[in-house]
């Protein structure tokens, strides 16, 4: 059974950092796809940013340049590093992780077979 517990968010200011993690378990890497989506009451669940192997890397046009996704593959770890953080990045963050045959594009979460309970992000001065 694949479990995906995410770590790391907090409160911030605006133009602070945080750094979330997502550390996978009961599976090993072949052909996958993982990524962060994050969602706001009211809101869809939207795509942040995704990694992969057939993927590369991948960033909604909204964190582009403020936001770095990568992985420590020894440690089955996904890593969202966020700088120049925004109120409007204030969510819940979920990792997610999809394997070959994939389930949709990148941004899709219905593409995503398993999903983390989330961590909550809030920006606010």
């Known amino acids: 059974e694949v479990q995906l517990v995410e770590s790391g968010g907090g409160s911030v200011r605006p133009g602070e950092s945080l750094r979330l993690s997502c550390t996978a378990s009961?599976?090993?890497?072949?052909?996958?796809?993982m990524a962060w989506f994050r969602q706001d009451p009211g809101n869809e669940r939207e795509a942040v940013a995704a990694?992969?192997?057939?993927?590369?890397?991948k960033y909604a046009e909204s964190v582009k340049g403020r936001f770095t996704v990568s992985q420590d593959k020894s440690k089955k770890t996904l890593i969202l590093q966020m700088d120049n953080l925004k109120p409007e990045d204030t969510a819940m963050y979920y990792c997610?992780?999809?394997?070959?045959?994939?389930?949709?594009?990148?941004?899709?979460?219905?593409?995503?077979?398993?999903w983390g309970q989330g961590t909550q992000v809030t920006v606010a001065p």
């Open positions: 990694i992969g192997s057939d993927l590369g890397t």
């Open positions: 997610a992780r999809d394997d070959w045959p994939y389930g949709g594009f990148w941004y899709n979460p219905k593409a995503y077979k398993d």
């Open positions: 009961g599976y090993t890497y072949r052909r996958y796809q």
